[in-house]
């Protein structure tokens, strides 16, 4: 079993969050546990090399395997070459440089030039505390419209949904590191009003409660191997 996560080299610190490396060995395929995954405010680039991931969407029942967003509509073509390598590498370490290669060519070919609404993004990432729409436009020297304008045009979504999602996953990955912790505790540490303002963003981003959703999180295929997602 591997679940491990990996910085980024400095030189592509400022486009991504972290590497994570998944690999489990079921010795019932049939019985694996379902995995509920919760909203992320970043987009995420899956690769998978060695097997595939099927995803049923709760509101519709439907499934699907690996069409979240097919990466060569994104990517250039050369990315199957990609996925091709990481099937062959001997080790993790050897994976990373691949997907660094890549990224890397793929930054150098951006378009777009960077703005310091970018920094502060990425620093909104790394925050524990909920940050207001605000101090965003604050940090990034433009006004509340400019900031709004901006912020779909860059991240796709606006700045106040962005820092919902961020203080959603606080509480998320809070729970999973400290689970003695009560909610409401959880709840004013990451930034929520009070225990129902935590609650009304759980039904809406999950579907369910607090602890509905975090005991479906418990019966995920890490959890068997004694792990959780916190970072």
């Known amino acids: 079993m591997v679940l491990s996560e990996f910085q980024p080299s400095p030189r592509l610190a400022e486009y991504l969050r972290v590497y994570r490396i998944v690999q489990f060995m079921f010795e019932h395929p049939e019985n694996i546990p379902f995995k509920s995954y919760p909203p992320r405010p970043e987009h995420c680039l899956s690769f998978y090399p060695r ?16 069409q979240s967003l097919d990466a060569e509509t994104v990517f250039p073509s050369y990315i199957k070459e990609v996925n091709e390598q990481l099937y062959h590498s001997p080790d993790f370490k050897n ?47 433009l006004s509340n419209r400019q900031l709004e304008r901006k912020f779909l045009d860059r991240m796709g979504v606006t700045p106040k949904y962005f ?16 689970p003695e912790k009560d909610w409401l505790t959880i709840a004013i540490h990451c930034g929520y009003h009070d225990y129902q303002h935590l609650v009304k963003e759980y039904q809406e981003f999950t579907g369910k409660t607090p602890t509905a959703f975090h005991l479906l999180d418990s019966e995920g295929p890490e959890r068997q191997f004694g792990v959780a997602d916190t970072y």
């Open 51 to 66: 097997d595939t991931e099927k995803v049923q969407y709760a509101d519709s029942g439907k499934w699907h395997t690996n």
């Open 95 to 141: 994976m990373i440089q691949v997907v660094e290669n890549f990224l890397t060519q793929v930054a150098a070919k951006q378009q777009k030039e960077s703005h310091r609404i970018d920094k502060v993004s990425h620093q909104v990432l790394t925050m524990k505390e909920g940050v207001s729409v605000d101090w965003i436009a604050k940090e990034s020297y």
């Open 163 to 178: 820092s919902r999602l961020v203080r959603f996953e606080n509480a998320f990955r809070m729970k999973n590191q400290f």
